[in-house]
Each structure stands twice: as structure tokens, then as C-alpha cells.
């Protein structure tokens, strides 16, 4: 079975890379309040053999129009399985290959806004 979301550990590393380096100032033009996490993507990390929880790692997609060259920015929301050795459940860190499909990295990419509950105490 082909798993939902899920993204190479070479888009994750750039991810993550990117919520690093541009956290300090990025926080000031930016209004990510939360995530809206797809039940499947939690169904198929939970699924897996030997995992006994789950961590979640910040990320930002940078994208580049390529008729204006504008850049945008989409926060991301990475989720992996962990196994009982508090340890990273991440495929390709054993085939030693970054580029190879689906990671078990969890890609949630639904932030608020725009997937918002506009009726939320939390989302005030």
C-alpha cells in the first residue's frame, strides 16, 4: 500500500533547514497558528511496526513562481515514528538514501490560516 503525504528525507531536511534559518524573523510576517493533520497521516505513522509515538518537526516550503520570481512560504508540520529507543523511525536514514520516496515522513501541509475553525476559542 502506497502511504498518503508522505515526503523524501532530503524535502524534509530542506524543510526544517529553511524553519532554522528564517524562524528569527519569520515569525514577524507570518501568522501560522496551528495545523490541520489529515487522519491518515496519523493512522499510517501509528501503523507502523514498532513505533510507540510520534514527533513532530517544524519546516517551511519556499516556492518560487517561475513567471514573476515572487517566493512564497508554506509552513510545514513533519511527523515521524518513534521507536521505543526514543529514536527517529526514518527509512531512508538506513538505505542511506535521501532522495529515495516516501520517507515515512509525514507531510501536513494544511496551515491556519487558511484551514482554520474561524469559530475556535483558540483561534482568537
Avoid at 533547514?17 to 528569527?24: A, H, K
Wanted: aromatic residues 8%; charged residues 30%.
Amino acid at each position: 500500500m502506497k502511504k498518503k503525504n508522505t515526503i523524501t528525507l532530503q524535502t524534509a531536511k530542506k524543510w526544517a533547514e529553511n524553519w532554522r534559518n528564517l524562524e528569527s524573523s519569520y515569525n514577524k510576517y507570518h501568522e501560522c497558528r496551528a495545523f490541520n493533520i489529515p487522519k491518515i497521516d496519523l493512522q499510517e505513522v501509528l501503523a507502523e511496526d514498532g513505533v510507540v509515538s510520534v514527533r513532530a518537526y517544524l519546516g517551511v516550503k519556499e516556492t518560487v513562481n517561475p513567471k514573476t520570481k515572487d517566493i512564497t512560504y508554506e509552513e510545514k508540520l513533519m511527523i515521524v515514528g518513534v521507536d521505543k529507543n526514543n529514536k527517529d523511525m526514518i527509512s531512508a536514514i538506513k538505505q542511506n538514501e535521501l532522495g529515495a520516496g516516501g520517507d515515512d515522513i509525514y507531510d501536513m501541509t494544511q496551515p491556519c490560516p487558511d484551514f482554520c475553525d474561524p469559530n475556535s476559542p483558540l483561534n482568537g
